[in-house]
């Protein structure tokens, strides 16, 4: 290769490297601030500031949702499988908000351990399939877990 | 081998050459277009748990995946320009430009159009997202980065610079969904294992991605010509051409 090509592609190729370094680190440094929402372990362990607005995402623990008679308001827990929160929130949830679903709820952690939600947004899987598929697979895990 | 890389550096011959694709490429892209877009939106089983709102898929997978792939192909006609000094480089990185920004808009306005049933939102601020956001203003960035110079040569190659800090992105944009807790769901397709999308499904969307990267090939081969004929509007060779 030419000897002047040469030292230009050593050039192109350190400004390459030089600002995906410079981004990695940024974007290690800030990683917390990058992640949409808590998880409901790092509430538990107190990582997640009281009485600002912050998200809290995990899957909707089944038998959790409670409904007001009177009002909008819902109730349910949040999970990761290993800690809990409890969400309430007064408004109209989304079409594909249900019990074993993933959420991501915006609001405020009370001193209670509590969040009252003033957003609250389905977070669904990449899992995607005929209805009949889906049948064939519940009857499948129900056969499962009855032998 | 390197007789036919060489080629590729040669404005008459990719002109030919385009002019040879053009003819048979778009008619072929335009049927796979049709033929993809009825298969996913009238053919594809509805999803259990979306219905029908899923698929948009069909439009949204596509494009995004070709907006990253096209950065790419500007990104290295950029480096191709500024080590080889190949002056056609520079019009293939201004060409791919304006079609990864069309492509990386349509990502985006699908992905709200979609979010709002789906997640209960348009736009949300979460990793994948506002990568995308900014791949958008990096296409937009190098075509305005290059009507901002009087010179074409520095603004080719202060394009071709920016285009290459850029590709930085394109991984973030990839991994987003893994590295980070996101709104968005991980990806559906896998190259390894099996995909979590079921084959009926999984065929169209395959059928379309390939269909919207034989898109952004004529597209590309399109603009290229229109450029060329602008550069060399006073050279013997086109004006020849353009008579017979």
Known sequence: MHPKRKQRLIVALVIVVLSSVTIALITYALRGNINLFYSPSEVAAGKAPIDRQIRVGGMVVEGSVRRASDRLETRFNVTDFVHSVTVTYDGILPDLFAEGEGVVATGKLGANGVVTASEVLAKHDENYMPPEVAEALEKANAQGSMQ | ?244
């Open chain 2, 1 to 244: 081998m390197w007789r036919i890389i060489h080629q590729f550096g040669s404005p008459p011959w990719v002109y030919r050459f385009c002019d040879k694709v053009i003819p048979w490429l778009m008619p072929i892209t335009i049927g796979a277009l049709l033929v993809g877009s009825v298969w996913g939106l009238l053919f594809a089983p509805t999803d259990y748990k979306q219905g029908d709102s899923y698929r948009i898929i069909y439009i949204h997978v596509p494009a995004a995946v070709v907006a990253l792939a096209g950065y790419y192909v500007m990104a290295l006609a950029g480096l191709v320009s500024l080590v080889w000094r190949v002056k056609l480089a520079d019009t293939a990185m201004r060409a791919a430009a304006p079609i990864g920004a069309a492509y990386t808009a349509i990502a985006l306005i699908t992905g709200a159009i979609w979010g709002k049933p789906t997640w209960g939102a348009w736009w949300v601020w979460d990793a994948r997202i506002t990568s995308m956001l900014i791949l958008f203003f990096l296409y937009v960035g190098v075509i305005a980065l290059f009507e901002a110079y009087e010179n074409k040569t520095v603004a080719a190659r202060a394009c071709a610079i920016l285009s290459l800090v850029g590709t930085v992105n394109i991984p973030i944009i990839y991994k987003s969904v893994d590295w980070w807790y996101s709104l968005h769901q991980p990806a559906s397709i896998k190259f390894t294992g099996s995909s979590a999308i079921d084959a009926s499904m999984l065929y169209p969307l395959l059928g379309m991605i390939i269909t919207f990267y034989a898109l952004f090939a004529l597209l590309m081969m399109l603009n290229l010509k229109q450029s060329l004929t602008e550069e060399y509007a006073q050279s013997a060779w086109l004006n020849k051409r353009l008579a017979a």
